[in-house]
């Protein structure tokens, strides 16, 4: 069973610009959540979704960030316009029906 | 008062002693608890989940829930080098479902050979 995918792996951009992230859940999960961790922080949610549809939206910090699940199979993760503190590592996970997630590598964004 | 919360280390202990990891929630509702493994550089990974009080044995690896105490362990037996990681102690307020959980900033561990 192949993983969660997750890339780029790293990205480095400039502030105001924008990035794209992407994750490919484990075949057949209907459920994948976004996490992001800020250096020296926990892993906060920032939303959930069930197939294509947005369960839960209720981390996401502001507007400046989109996710979208097209057809319920691979997801993004939008930042426009990048700030200093979107820095961190972002987190895709996958679930299917046993408990637990299955993370991906996750994706370093350095805003500078 | 944070979530979910855990000391962040480093607990250090000798190879082959047994490693304790805590953590405490503030949510008495919560349902089920995970215990998540987190090498440098790389993505958690599922170790346990317990969801009733007491304890829950796989392999080396023990969790243990006191929902009075609002207080869940990990013990690792028979600690080796390649234990040395950071766990992430995670909480859900449902059990069995799908939703968002909470996690601690992680104990790093250090087994030392």
């Known amino acids: 069973e192949a993983g969660v995918t997750q890339f780029p792996s790293h990205s480095v951009i400039e502030k105001g610009q924008t990035v794209t992230l992407r994750c490919d859940p484990i075949?057949?999960?209907?459920?994948l959540y976004w996490y992001r961790r800020v250096m020296g922080k926990e892993i906060k949610f920032l939303l959930h979704?069930?197939?294509?549809?947005?369960?839960?939206e209720s981390g996401m910090p502001n507007n400046r960030f989109l996710a979208e699940r097209t057809g319920g199979t691979y997801s993004t993760l939008k930042v426009q316009p990048a700030e200093l503190e979107d820095s961190g590592v972002y987190f895709c996970?996958?679930?299917?029906?046993?408990?637990?997630?299955?993370f991906g590598s996750g994706t370093r964004l350095t805003v500078v | 008062q944070k979530e979910v919360e855990q000391n962040s280390g480093p607990l250090s202990v000798p190879e082959g002693a047994i490693a304790s990891l805590n953590c405490t929630y503030s949510?008495?509702?919560?349902?089920?608890f995970f215990w998540y493994r987190q090498y440098s550089g790389k993505s958690p990974e599922l170790i346990m989940f317990i969801y009733s009080n007491g304890d829950k044995e796989d392999g080396r690896f023990t969790a243990q829930l006191n929902k009075a105490s609002q207080y869940v362990s990990l013990l690792i037996r028979d600690s080796q080098p390649s234990d040395s990681a950071t766990y992430l102690c995670?909480?859900?307020?449902?059990?069995?479902?799908?939703?968002?959980?909470?996690f601690g900033t992680g104990t790093k561990l250090q087994v030392i050979p």
């Open positions: 979704f069930v197939k294509e549809s947005k369960q839960d």
């Open positions: 995670a909480v859900n307020p449902v059990r069995g479902g799908y939703q968002k959980v909470t």
């Open positions: 949510d008495r509702g919560s349902q089920s």
């Open positions: 075949s057949g999960h209907d459920n």
């Open positions: 996970a996958s679930q299917g029906p046993s408990e637990g997630y299955t």
